[in-house]
Nanobody, 120 residues
């Protein structure tokens, strides 16, 4: 089994910054794409940013220029640096990882979520 443990959420004011971390542990042959999604109660979960194993990022238009995704493959960890936060960034943020198991079996894993609240 694989566990994703997120940290770094919290309450900040508009314009401030937060850094989220997500560490993967367990039986991992190889980590493929990792990413961050967010969800407000009553709405669909939406993509925030993803990053390939080689480090190529992809961002939602709403966070481009403000958020930066990165990863440390040696630590099986993905980060999300969030700058210039806005009230509309308030959400539960979920870490996601595509894990390749022995036998090239690919499986999707999710973290438990971490709350980010931006006050105006």
């Amino acid at each position: 089994q694989v566990q994703l443990v997120e940290s770094g959420g919290g309450l900040v004011q508009t314009g401030e910054s937060l850094r989220l971390s997500c560490a993967a542990s367990g039986i991992i042959f190889r980590l493929d794409v990792m990413g961050w999604y967010r969800q407000v109660p009553g709405k669909q979960r939406e993509l925030v940013a993803t990053i390939t194993s080689s480090g190529s990022p992809n961002y939602a238009d709403s966070v481009k220029g403000r958020f930066t995704i990165s990863r440390d493959n040696a630590k099986n960890t993905v980060y999300l640096q969030m700058n210039s936060l806005k009230p509309e960034d308030t959400s539960i943020y979920y870490c996601n990882a595509v894990v390749v198991h022995v036998g090239n079996l690919r499986r999707d894993y999710w973290g438990q979520g971490t709350q980010v609240t931006v006050s105006s």
